[in-house]
């Protein structure tokens, strides 16, 4: 059997879904609710397979593994793994600069 883990989502990560949600419902509150839907439905997957997303390939590049994502065009989720909990960090616009936002994130 499969381990089981648990989903934790960050504060910001919160905010980041509410912000998307509001922004899309603005011009079209179906496609809202069925993006949010998307993006929630995928992340419930990791709870029993975690390292199914990619390792960040920015910040692997700068030597930090520890960071994965979760592609939900154009939508990119990060997290990390501790123990038996996923940490939701981020939900971003994948055309945005991910170390761009990862540095704005660290100095609020």
């Known amino acids: 059997m499969r381990k089981k ?8 990560a919160r905010i980041d879904l509410l912000e998307i ?7 079209n509150p179906a496609a809202a609710r069925n993006i949010v839907k998307a993006i929630r439905k995928g992340i419930s997957g990791l709870s029993m397979a975690p390292k199914r997303g990619r390792v960040v390939p920015e910040l692997a590049k700068n030597g930090i593994f520890k960071f994965r994502e979760l592609i939900i065009s154009p939508w990119r989720i990060v997290y990390n793994l501790e123990e038996k909990v ?16 990862f540095f704005r994130r660290l100095m609020r």
């Open 86 to 101: 996923v940490n939701i960090l981020l939900v971003v616009d994948g055309r945005r600069d991910l170390q761009d936002v």
């Open 21 to 27: 949600a509001e922004f899309i419902a603005a011009q």
């Open 5 to 12: 883990y648990k989903l934790r989502w960050a504060g910001p």
